[in-house]
């Protein structure tokens, strides 16, 4: 079965500094991933995604993410974070066999202190 | 700028009610889904549709629960009866085949009293 865990409930950083936010995943194969952002009051929003090729991807916003999978993970990163990045960050695991069926991880909130 | 739609944004009813939450997908989106996110359980999977049919729908408490495509630019999530632990932000997403992408809508925020 399909499972996604991101271990950092909360996380608090610097305008400027560095960014890495952590998922793990459980998929028996090949998983299609992602990485959507929830500012309050809103629906989520795609920042990245990848389904094959080139581990590194880059997103929307500065973001980027590394699959591993010796890992299974698919960490998202930015160099400089800004205080406008401060909402909830969700990673997320679809099947690659074609059910798209979509499971969230739990959510890492982002606070940025200026 | 295509969006997915859904209607009520907020909801307030009291238990045993019945409540109705719909949605429009963008058009020439194939795949919808239904998700249910709360503080304690995070973004729960409810069911979802492919192509108008119900392909997974085991996330949803079915004694109370129901979900529909009636056609393709409609999804329905019924609650009846409803009960205070149904209180919950309840976001629908649909999806073009090839890509996998969701686009969510701004969500449902549900209240039983």
């Known amino acids: 079965a399909q499972s996604v865990t991101q271990p950092d409930i909360h996380i608090t950083v610097s305008e400027g500094a560095s960014l890495e936010l952590r998922c793990n995943y459980s998929y028996g194969a090949t998983p299609y991933l992602f990485w959507y952002v929830q500012s309050p009051g809103q629906g989520l929003q795609l920042l990245l995604k990848y389904f094959s090729g080139d581990t590194l991807v880059q997103g929307i916003k500065g973001f980027e993410a590394e699959f591993k999978r010796s890992q299974s993970s698919f960490n998202l990163r930015k160099p400089s974070v800004h205080w406008s990045d401060a909402a909830e960050y969700f990673c997320?695991?679809?099947?690659?066999?074609?059910?798209?069926?979509?499971?969230f991880g739990t959510g890492t909130r982002l606070k940025v202190l200026a | 700028d295509a969006r997915v739609t859904q209607t009520p944004r907020h909801k307030v009813t009291e238990m045993g009610q019945e409540v109705t939450m719909r949605c429009q997908p963008i058009?020439?989106?194939?795949?919808v889904f239904w998700y249910r996110q709360t503080m304690m359980q995070g973004l729960e999977l409810l069911a979802y549709?492919?192509?108008?049919?119900?392909?997974?729908d085991s996330g949803m408490p079915k004694d109370r629960f129901s979900a529909e495509m009636p056609d393709a630019t409609l999804a329905t999530l019924k609650i009846q009866p409803s009960e205070p632990r149904d209180s919950a932000v309840y976001f629908c997403a649909s999806g073009p085949d090839r890509t996998g992408e969701l686009f969510f809508g701004e969500g449902s925020r549900l209240t039983v009293l």
């Open positions: 058009l020439g989106h194939n795949t």
């Open positions: 997320a695991v679809g099947a690659s066999s074609g059910t798209y069926k979509y499971i």
């Open positions: 549709f492919r192509n108008r049919a119900p392909l997974d």
